[in-house]
T-cell receptor, first 112, second 115 residues
């Protein structure tokens, strides 16, 4: 049972445009959400997070939106740059567990 | 700071062999964890530790053992390797203040193949 889902395995966007990566979750007890970025042959690196008490969090070109009623979050990257090309993992935690549950990842390719 | 280091980077085992994946961090983090990454599966938690001497199971603990004798080190032992354990293994750590699931710092990974 996949509690955190990233339904798009890959996404391709042009440099300068907006990238939107989506994530859905099923466990209503999740109260903290994170995005990680991973380059090939490297470990994931933390990108941005959001608590369930908020619906938006910004950090430079990266914004995460949380829609609790839809159990959906999204990561917006504006403007997209070729260096943003990587796999992006959504993760969630909360409720009865303090463990981090990851989605399957979305491979973002930003074309120059 | 070296951050989180993992050795070896690559390893090939035969079915039934045992080995230990090493993980060390120099950030004085209380929390450490082990994940495996498989195609189409994301990262799945194997074992984690909230401090020296304390460990607990994650989502997929079978076939693995851990111990935490020091704050810095968190080795993962494969008792009898199976082809299903072919994967990329990541160690991660985080500060006590932010909790197990917050802003974990990951090592570069160990790519393990079991024949």
């Amino acid at each position: 049972d996949q509690q955190v889902k990233q339904n798009s395995p890959s996404l391709s966007v042009q440099e300068g445009r907006i990238s939107i990566l989506n994530c859905d979750y099923t466990n209503s007890m999740f109260d903290y959400f994170l995005w990680y970025k991973k380059y090939p042959a490297e470990g994931p690196t933390f990108l941005i997070s959001i608590s369930s008490i908020k619906d938006k969090n910004e950090d430079g070109r990266f914004t995460v939106f949380l829609n609790k009623s839809a159990k959906h979050l999204s990561l917006h990257i504006v403007p997209s740059q070729p260096g943003d090309s990587a796999v992006y993992f959504c993760a969630a935690s909360g409720g009865a567990t303090n463990k981090l549950i990851f989605g399957t990842g979305t491979l973002l390719a930003v074309q120059p | 700071n070296a951050g989180v280091t993992q050795t070896p980077k690559f390893q090939v085992l035969k079915t039934g062999q045992s080995m230990t994946l090493q993980c060390a961090q120099d950030m004085n983090h209380e929390y450490m964890s082990w994940y495996r990454q498989d195609p189409g599966m994301g990262l799945r938690l194997i074992h984690y530790s909230v401090g020296a001497g304390i460990t607990d199971q994650g989502e997929v603990p079978n076939g693995y053992n851990v111990s935490r004798s020091t704050t810095e080190d968190f080795p993962l032992r494969l008792l009898s390797a199976a082809p299903s354990q072919t994967s990329v293994y990541f160690c991660a750590s985080s500060t006590e203040g932010t909790g197990l699931y917050n802003e974990q710092f990951f090592g570069p990974g160990t790519r393990l193949t079991v024949l």
